[in-house]
C-alpha cells in the first residue's frame, strides 16, 4: 500500500488534475447533454438525423481527428478560440480548460445516449396530467421529467466521467502533454513508459486509475439503485 | 356552470363533429367506445387542438378557431382524472395530492387538504408511494390530485372503466358525494348504462363522432333506442327516490316515489337520503288487472304512454304511473295477446331482487374513513 501511495509531487499533480478535467468536463457537459437528449428525443425538426450523426461523431473519429478539429477550432488561432478569448478571458490552448474540453466531447455522445434513452422511456401521458394540474411545461419537465430519468443522468454523467479520465488521444493532440498543466493520468503513464526505468511509475498510476474508475463505477451504480428503490416504478 | 361546446376535429378517417352546451351538475357524455368522447373531453381540457370551432365555460371562451384563440392546458383550470390514474410514480401520494397548489393562485385556491382528504377517505394513504396502492386507492387519489387544484370544471374521462366491479362499487359513493357536496361542475365520460344512469344529471348522447341526443338523465335514460347494443339489456327508467322506512325484519327498504312505495333489498342509507334507482325494462313485467297471488312485491298502476318497436320481437312499453314514468320490455306475442293499447290502464310489476347494486346504489362501506 506504501508503495502505491508513494507518489512523486508530479504524479501527485497528474491523479489531481485527471480528477479535476474529469469532474469539469463531466458537470460542463450536462447543460448542453440534457438540451441535446431533449431535442433528440422528443424534437420534430429537419435535419435531426444530421445533428444526431454530429453528436456522434467523436465517437466514430480516430481521437487524434477530433483533438486536431479542436486545435483548428479552439487553438490560439481558430475562431471559436479567438472569440472566447476575446470577449470571455476564457483561454484553451495548452491550458487544462482545453483538457477539459477535449475530454468532454469525447464523451458527450455516450451521455446523450444515456440521458436520450431514459428521456424515451418517460410516459409522456404523466406530463400530460401535470399540464392539467397547471403546471406550464418549464415546470412539467423540472419536476416530473427530471426526477422521472434522474437514473439516465447518472448513468451518463458517469459514463463521461469515466471517459474523461480515460482520454487521451484527443486531449494530447489538443492541449500537449505539460506536466501540472495538462498532463493527466494517461498522458503521465505514457510519458512514464516513454522513458527508461518508468515501469515501475506506469504501474503505479495504472493501478491508481483501475482503482478510480470501479470507484466512480460502483457508486453510480449504488447510486442509480437508490433513486430507482425511490421511485418504484410499476 | 355553463359549457358550450361547438367543434369539427378529424383525425385520421374520423371526425367528430360535435355541438351542445350543458349546465348541468354533472354532466355525462356517452357512447359506446370510437364514439368521439374521449376526444370530446381531450379539447375540453386542452390536450388537443380542434381543427374547428369554439369551447367557452361560462363565458370564458377557452377556443375560438376564428378569433386565434387557444388557451393552453395548464391556464384554463380544468381539472381531469383520467381512465389509468397517472399518478406521479416519484411523489408520495401527499406529494402527489398538494402538486396542483403550487400552480394555483393563492386568491383562487378554495380545496382544503382535509376536506378533500376526508372526502375520499384517503386519510390512511397520505405517506404511501403510489406504486403501494391498489388500482380503486389510485383512483382516488387522482380524483383528490384533480380537486385541490381547485378548478372551475371538473374532466372525468372512464374514471372506472380500469376497474373491476368491486373497486367500481368503491369508488361511486365517492363521486356521489363530490358531486353533491362540492360545487364543481362535473364532465364524466363513459360507455356505462349504470354510470351514467347513477351519477348524472344531464346526458349528452354522443354516436360516431356527432350528438345523437342531449338532455336531462331521466329523459334520455327513456329512449332506450339511444343506448349501444351491449347495454341495451341495462336500459330502463331513471327514478328519483327517498328512503321512507327500513323493514328489518325482511332486510328491505322502502323507498318513497311518484309511482307509490317501492321495496328493494336493504340499502345502507337514513330514512329521508336521496336515492336514485334504475328500474331495467327487461325486468318489468306487465298486468292488465291487479295480480294477486304474486310474489313480486312491487306493483305500480299506470296508463301506457308509449309503445315502441324494440330489437328483435320485442316492444317497448312507456307507462305513467302517477307522473313517473316506467319502462317495460316484453315480447311482440305479449303485447299481441294483452291487447295492450295507448292510453290502457296497466299494472307494471316489479320483483324487489330485481334490484342490485347497480340499480340502487349501496351508498358509503361503513369502514370508508378507516
Redesign the interface.
Known amino acids: 500500500m506504501n508503495w502505491l501511495l508513494d507518489l512523486t509531487p508530479d504524479e501527485w499533480n497528474a491523479v489531481r488534475l485527471s480528477i479535476k478535467v474529469a469532474t469539469v468536463a463531466m458537470i460542463a457537459s450536462l447543460p448542453p447533454g440534457i438540451l441535446l437528449a431533449l431535442l433528440l428525443a422528443r424534437g420534430r425538426f429537419w435535419g435531426k438525423t444530421l445533428l444526431n450523426g454530429l453528436v456522434h461523431l467523436p465517437l466514430i473519429l480516430p481521437p487524434v481527428v477530433t483533438g486536431y478539429l479542436l486545435l483548428l477550432s479552439f487553438g490560439r488561432r481558430g475562431p471559436a478560440g479567438v472569440f472566447l478569448a476575446e470577449h470571455f478571458g476564457i483561454v484553451f490552448s495548452f491550458r487544462w480548460t482545453g483538457a477539459a474540453l477535449a475530454c468532454g466531447v469525447m464523451g458527450f455522445p455516450l451521455m446523450v445516449r444515456a440521458i436520450r434513452l431514459s428521456i424515451e422511456a418517460v410516459d409522456r401521458r404523466i406530463e400530460a396530467a401535470a399540464g392539467t394540474l397547471g403546471a406550464n411545461p418549464l415546470w412539467v419537465f423540472v419536476t416530473i421529467t427530471l426526477p422521472l430519468i434522474l437514473p439516465g443522468l447518472i448513468a451518463g454523467a458517469i459514463l463521461s466521467f469515466a471517459k474523461a479520465m480515460g482520454e487521451f488521444g484527443a486531449t494530447i493532440t489538443f492541449v500537449s502533454n505539460i506536466p501540472n498543466e495538462t498532463q493527466t493520468l494517461p498522458s503521465a503513464i505514457y510519458t512514464f513508459t516513454q522513458v527508461p526505468g518508468g515501469d515501475e511509475g506506469a504501474l503505479r498510476l495504472t493501478l491508481i486509475s483501475i482503482v478510480i474508475s470501479m470507484v466512480a463505477l460502483v457508486a453510480s451504480e449504488v447510486l442509480a439503485r437508490r433513486v430507482g428503490r425511490r421511485m418504484d416504478i410499476e | 356552470m355553463t359549457l358550450s361546446v361547438d367543434i369539427r376535429h378529424r383525425f385520421g378517417d374520423f371526425a367528430v363533429e360535435a355541438r351542445f352546451e350543458s349546465a348541468g351538475r354533472l354532466t355525462a357524455l356517452f357512447g359506446p367506445s370510437g364514439s368521439g368522447k374521449s376526444t370530446l373531453i381531450n379539447l375540453i ?3 388537443l387542438r380542434p381543427d374547428k370551432g369554439r369551447i367557452a365555460v361560462d363565458g370564458r371562451v377557452l377556443v375560438d378557431t376564428e378569433a386565434r384563440i387557444f388557451v ?9 382524472v ?1 381512465q ?1 390514474a ?1 399518478l ?3 411523489i408520495s401520494v401527499a406529494g402527489n395530492l398538494r ?2 397548489r ?3 393562485p393563492s386568491s383562487e385556491r378554495y380545496a382544503k387538504m382535509d376536506a378533500v382528504v376526508d372526502l375520499l377517505g384517503i386519510s390512511h394513504l397520505l405517506d404511501r ?1 403510489p ?2 396502492l391498489s388500482g380503486g386507492e389510485k383512483q382516488r387519489v387522482a380524483i383528490g ?2 380537486l385541490l ?1 381547485s378548478p372551475k370544471l371538473l374532466l372525468m374521462d372512464e374514471p372506472l372503466a380500469s376497474l373491476d366491479e368491486a373497486r367500481k362499487a368503491e369508488i361511486l359513493p365517492y363521486i356521489e358525494r363530490l358531486r353533491d357536496e362540492t360545487k364543481i361542475p362535473v364532465v364524466y365520460v363513459s360507455h356505462s348504462v349504470a354510470e351514467v344512469a347513477r351519477l348524472a344529471s344531464d346526458v349528452v348522447v354522443l354516436a360516431q363522432g356527432k350528438v345523437a341526443a342531449a338532455g336531462p338523465t331521466e329523459a334520455i335514460m327513456q329512449r332506450l333506442d339511444l343506448l349501444p347494443a351491449e347495454e341495451r339489456g341495462e336500459g330502463g327508467a331513471v327514478l328519483d327516490t327517498k328512503v321512507l322506512r327500513h323493514d328489518e325484519a325482511f332486510g328491505m327498504t322502502v323507498l318513497g316515489s311518484p309511482a307509490g312505495e317501492i321495496r328493494v333489498p336493504k340499502l345502507a342509507m337514513a330514512a329521508g337520503a336521496p336515492v336514485r334507482i334504475r328500474i331495467r325494462a327487461r325486468d318489468v313485467m306487465i298486468a292488465t288487472e291487479r295480480p294477486a297471488g304474486l310474489s313480486a312485491l312491487n306493483i305500480l298502476a299506470g296508463t301506457i304512454t308509449a309503445v315502441r318497436p324494440g330489437i328483435g320481437p320485442t316492444v317497448e312499453i312507456a307507462i305513467d304511473c302517477n307522473g313517473a314514468i316506467v319502462l317495460a320490455r316484453i315480447t311482440e306475442q305479449s303485447k299481441h295477446t294483452l291487447r295492450l293499447a295507448l292510453g290502457q290502464q296497466v299494472f307494471a310489476v316489479i320483483k324487489t331482487v330485481s334490484f342490485d347494486n347497480a340499480t340502487t346504489g349501496a351508498g358509503l362501506p361503513a369502514e370508508a374513513d378507516g
Open positions: 381540457a386542452g390536450l393552453r392546458m395548464h391556464k384554463r383550470r380544468i381539472g381531469m383520467f389509468d397517472r406521479f410514480p416519484h402538486y396542483g403550487w400552480f394555483t408511494r406504486a403501494k390530485r384533480a387544484a
